[in-house]
């Protein structure tokens, strides 16, 4: 459990990885770390990448820029939507009947994947670049 002072071992890390929480912590550890999983699957990843950078889509939209097919799209939709990394709204289009569906990264989707794994690839490449042999 969080406390108001972690005990630090080897400097400025406490023990316990769950002391990094703050008191007042929105999610658990483990709601963290679903997070963190669920985008380590491809096409899952692919479809956080889709709506941070290109905001909200239809099924139908996802569908045909992933090319894949609707079951597995809305599994792993789905997936996104249990952790929170994506939501799902429903609203009207103007001049027609009906509700149509759209999801779009939460804050907690854009964070994870901007500075999670976008930064991971940011940083590699930043060091290839630093230790590239032939602009020496």
Known sequence: MATDQPPRVNGDFPDDPEDLLPEESVLSLDEYLAMHAAVGQRTRYEILYRLVHGGE??????????????STLHYHLNKLVDVGLVEKRQRTERGQDGL??????????????TDGVDE??????AFAEMYDSSSA
């Open 120 to 125: 991971l690839i940011r940083g590699e490449q």
């Open 57 to 70: 889509m239809s099924p139908k939209e996802l569908e045909e820029v992933l090319e894949i097919d609707d």
């Open 100 to 113: 149509y569906t759209y999801y779009r990264a939460t804050v907690f989707g854009e964070v994870t994947l």
